[in-house]
């Protein structure tokens, strides 16, 4: 037994060149995170992560990223093994918790956790699956689908804020630049209708975001993200558990569950049409 010794635990602001160290302690928890994340996590709140160190050494971390004066979205809560269950996790985990003050909360837990989540005072609003499929290599193409960086980035931000509980350009303009990705807009009479990403990540690929107007949308899309790995890897996909047309598009690349999260939030719940999101963008950020 390794008993909390609260004199030598200190938490403080992680810095940039520390973050990286938190998504690769993400990626030994199976959470497999895209290899160029970690900075577009920082460049999207540099205040919001947290380090808890016992005598000098990083034992515990957390983020709690703040969109604008609204919102915040918890994230990378993780306790080394050794020191789980002695009230460090708890500690850092308040912290996180009280510079959201004022703010909508949200989170993607486990789901095990839930009770522990509710004592915090987070209610479950619905459930994320990850499912896993494999890529395609076939390539579609189609003439309303156009890389994200060549449509007017303030029009991809307001139609990222139709499906997103928050402005979050920050975040957009580092995420839609990532190395061995894939972003794409569906674009007609000069409006934007869909938008998704795909990336790379510790094992395979990951989509997110998919936000799409329709299911014939979204169809097109994924099918031109599926068909950008080179080889067919592993690829995943997060859906909203209500919504049914993403269930629909997961059966269609044989997709299987992997994985699932309690969406919760602390405060009232944002209003976000679960209808036209087909896939989050990360468990991480939101």
């Known amino acids: 037994m390794i008993p909390m010794t609260k004199d030598?635990?200190?938490?403080?602001?992680?810095?940039?060149?520390?973050i990286p160290l938190a998504v690769e302690w993400a990626a030994r928890e199976g959470w497999n995170p895209g290899l160029y994340d970690a900075p577009c996590f920082?460049?999207?709140?540099?205040?919001?992560?947290?380090?808890?160190?016992l005598d000098g050494s990083m034992i515990a971390c957390k983020s709690a990223v703040k969109y604008g004066d609204d919102f915040g979205f918890m994230g990378f809560y993780m306790v080394a093994p050794e020191y789980r269950g002695k009230g460090y996790g708890y500690e850092i985990w308040k912290r996180g918790h009280d510079s959201l003050k004022g703010r909508v909360a949200g989170m993607d837990g486990v789901v095990e956790q839930q009770p522990n989540y509710r004592k915090s005072g987070y209610?479950?609003?619905y459930r994320n699956i990850r499912m896993e499929g494999k890529a395609t290599g076939m390539s579609v193409e189609n003439v309303h689908l156009i890389p994200a960086s060549e449509v007017s980035f303030d029009s991809l931000v307001k139609y990222d804020r139709q499906y997103f509980p928050?402005?979050?350009?920050?975040?957009?303009?580092?995420?839609?630049?990532?190395?061995?990705?894939?972003?794409l807009t569906y674009v007609e009479k000069g409006s934007i209708l869909g938008f998704g990403m795909i990336r790379k990540c510790r094992i395979g690929y990951k989509i997110g975001p998919l936000f799409s107007e329709s299911e014939n949308i979204a169809n097109l899309i994924s099918g031109a993200l599926f068909g950008f790995p080179q080889e067919v890897e592993p690829v995943f996909l997060d859906i909203p558990e209500p919504n049914e047309a993403a269930h629909k598009l997961v059966e269609r690349y044989k997709m299987k569950k992997v994985f699932e999260t309690a969406r919760m939030y602390h405060g009232k719940p944002p209003k976000v049409d679960l209808d036209h999101v087909f896939g989050v963008?990360?468990?991480e950020l939101g």
């Open 166 to 183: 928050a402005e979050r350009s920050k975040f957009l303009e580092c995420w839609i630049q990532q190395p061995e990705s894939l972003a």
């Open 42 to 53: 920082y460049a999207t709140d540099p205040t919001g992560f947290l380090i808890g160190e």
């Open 8 to 18: 030598l635990y200190t938490i403080r602001q992680m810095t940039e060149e520390e």
């Open 123 to 125: 209610r479950l609003a």
């Open 281 to 283: 963008t990360t468990f």
